[in-house]
């Protein structure tokens, strides 16, 4: 069994900033310690949604998305 102990992941986290500017950023967080019957899945990578990304922008006529470096 893999220690994963002490490992980090990255996680999508979105933000809608002022003047409606949906921020996407990569944060880097710990990979839990699986409990009893539980399993860590690692996972290399994932489409976005570009449709869930329109219909999350509060004023579509107005947003801008802004992409950061994370």
Do not use: F, W, Y
């Amino acid at each position: 069994m893999a220690n994963t102990s002490a490992r980090t992941g990255l996680q999508l986290r979105s933000t809608v900033k002022t003047e409606d500017i949906l921020e996407l950023s990569l944060a880097s967080v710990p990979t839990p310690e699986p409990k009893p019957e539980e399993v860590v899945v690692r996972i290399d990578a994932s489409p976005i949604n570009g449709l869930a990304l329109i219909l999350a922008r509060p004023v579509p006529a107005r947003s801008r998305a802004a992409a950061l470096p994370g």
